[in-house]
């Protein structure tokens, strides 16, 4: 109905309206948690880092990723920031650009398909050990730690 209006006719002529669909299955592993919890990640996981071709953290709250266009073979980087307080999900983005990406919750729920697979907690730096029961999201641990200041 909405093409119908926009050009001003009663009916679309057979066969003029042709689109695609795609379902890929992305097989990057996806991080849920606060933008305090997620920086506190990057900050302490090199593999995790390395995974999502993450050059740098900026403190306290953004990080610099690679970003890939596999159709040029061109490499570029972006920047990231997260409001430390608010829920994030930190994921790798396959379009045209392969990047590591950070999304509101909300928004990514809404754009996104819900996880086929129950989430699993990280045991990172946790007093509880991660892993309790769904609304439990733990207590970070202070301690010490190397950072690399760019």
């Known amino acids: 109905q909405a093409m119908c209006n926009l050009f001003g006719i009663d009916k679309i002529p057979s066969g003029l309206l042709k689109y695609g669909i795609n379902n890929t299955k992305n097989p990057s592993l996806v991080y849920v948690g606060t933008g305090?919890?997620?920086?506190?990640?990057?900050?302490t996981n090199e593999a995790i880092?390395?995974?999502k071709h993450i050059v740098s953290v900026v403190?306290?709250?953004s990080f610099i990723v690679d970003c890939m266009c596999l159709r040029?073979?061109?490499?570029?980087q972006k920047t990231w920031?997260?409001?430390l307080k608010n829920h994030y999900v930190l994921y790798?983005?396959?379009?045209?650009?392969?990047?590591?990406?950070?999304?509101?919750?909300t928004q990514f729920d809404k754009d996104q398909?819900?996880?086929t697979e129950a989430p699993q907690k990280l045991a990172c730096n946790l007093k509880d050990g991660g892993g309790g029961g769904d609304d439990d999201e733990g207590e970070f641990i202070p301690r010490p730690i190397n950072l690399e200041w760019v």
Not at 92 to 105: H, I
């Open 72 to 76: 040029e073979g061109r490499v570029t």
């Open 49 to 51: 880092r390395k995974d």
């Open 113 to 115: 398909k819900r996880f």
């Open 81 to 83: 920031h997260m409001d």
């Open 59 to 61: 403190e306290p709250n």
């Open 36 to 43: 305090e919890q997620l920086m506190a990640l990057l900050r």
């Open 92 to 105: 790798t983005k396959r379009d045209y650009w392969v990047m590591a990406t950070v999304q509101l919750r």
